[in-house]
């Protein structure tokens, strides 16, 4: 089949996010001026540079994890292993604000070193971010509603029960991935390539 998005599918649910998948997840932790925590996962996120640590996540329309970004300008990604999906997935609430997502999902909250929004315990890596631009695509159309948070990693914390021979293992944290529809994948299984160098190959 082909579609035309802004003329419409003709399936029973969007097939985009499922297309464009799997999506790591940034569960995203931020404070506000006022001291209020807020804490919401994001599956429009991902890592861009390697030199510095650059992450951004992706705000559909105005929400408390992009507007509290902006008042700090910090916020930390926490690493979705496993054993948090089901805490993950309830933090997507929609709460007002003021209410913290971390007590409502059963989570504990621990200091950063660097930035003021607390980490999640327990999770098997967390990385401290300073926002350093937060931008608004256009569309064909003009504007959009979105806001991209981007942040430079200033911190980096890896739980050692997650390292081995000196190697972060993203099987045995179980990284959860976003897919279409109400699907997660997580990852347990990897393989190995080597990229090829011109000279050789």
Known sequence: MFFEPEKGHGLPHD?????????????????????????????????FSGR???VWF????????????????EFVANLVGREFAEQMNRTSVNA???????????????????????RVAGVPAALECKVTEILHPKTLDGPSSVDVVVGQVVGVHIDDAYLKD????????????????????????????R????EKD
């Open 15 to 47: 097939p985009f996010k499922a297309i464009v998948a799997p999506r790591p997840i940034g569960w995203i932790s931020t404070v506000n001026r006022a001291g209020q925590v807020n804490l919401a996962p994001y599956s429009f996120f991902n890592a």
């Open 96 to 118: 007002p604000r003021g209410v913290s997502e971390f007590d409502f999902a059963g989570l504990d909250a621990v200091p950063s070193r660097l930035v003021k929004p607390p």
């Open 52 to 54: 510095p640590y650059l």
């Open 166 to 193: 000196g190697l972060f293992d993203t099987a045995k944290a179980g990284n959860v991935a976003r897919l279409g529809y109400f699907d997660y994948a997580q990852v347990n299984e990897t393989f190995s390539m």
């Open 195 to 198: 990229r090829p160098k011109w």
């Open 58 to 73: 992706s705000s559909e329309g105005s929400k408390d994890s992009a507007a509290f970004a902006a008042e700090s300008g």
